[in-house]
């Protein structure tokens, strides 16, 4: 299992997702995303806290699903020694620019 912080969330997004976005969309900004980290490793209740456009949001709510797709799992919250579920809230930024620029770097 692997622990679900920031940093190894975006390294799974950056990693394993397509944005999806049509070019008439033109929208940058961040959805606020939030779920469970089960006991399992898995997650459960995604929810959008803040919404950027349903394009985006649509595409934030799959990333986080896709989660469960991994043969790994996420490594779940302890709490006195025992795996607790634990309320998770990540910002997905969508930025055209920062697109743009991983696409010349290949």
Not at 21 to 39: D, P, S, T
Not at 45 to 56: A, E, R, T
Request: proline fraction near 1%; include cysteine.
């Amino acid at each position: 299992a692997i622990k679900c912080n920031n940093l190894e969330l975006k390294n799974y997004i950056s990693d394993n997702w397509v944005i999806r976005l049509k070019r008439e969309a033109g929208v940058e900004g961040v959805v606020q995303v939030g779920f469970i980290i089960e006991k399992d490793g898995s997650v459960s209740n995604i929810k959008i806290i803040h919404s950027l456009s349903d394009v985006c949001d649509r595409a934030a709510l799959q990333v986080i699903q896709s989660m469960n797709d991994l043969e790994y799992g996420w490594e779940p919250a302890q709490l006195r020694e025992r795996f607790v579920d634990y309320f998770y809230t990540f910002d997905i930024e969508f930025s055209l620019k920062k697109e743009k620029k991983r696409r010349l770097k290949k």
